[in-house]
């Protein structure tokens, strides 16, 4: 990862986000208070090729880690129209339901304390 654009994609290939949406900062990274962030790995700015020379795509992942004793609302990076950030994971919840708490139209998402959550970016 090099946290910049590759190829043609929109965003940065490795991005680091607050809880307030903002990108991580030097200080943010040398603060001791800091217990809550999230990355985002941008599965359009993979630079390499498969055996037929074709750019490599993948999924675009958002993971969000909260080692807080107190939930976190985390405000979550923005979407192009007709995109979403879809649950995958939340170790909040037990293994055997499936994740809740976040709809199409979500700007944030209640990160419960001590825990991740994974989401995918879906849509068009």
Known sequence: FRGSKVGESETEDLT???PDG???TGRDWGNPGTRCFGFRIAGDAIDD???HGHPVVDDTLLILLNAHTD???FVLPKTRAKQYWELLLDTYVPCCERP???TRQAK???LEAH????MRLGGT
């Open 16 to 18: 680091w986000f607050r």
């Open 100 to 102: 809740k708490g976040l």
């Open 108 to 110: 944030s998402f209640k």
């Open 22 to 24: 903002a990108l991580m």
């Open 71 to 73: 939930p976190i609302d």
């Open 49 to 51: 090729v498969d055996e």
């Open 115 to 118: 825990s991740l959550a994974v």
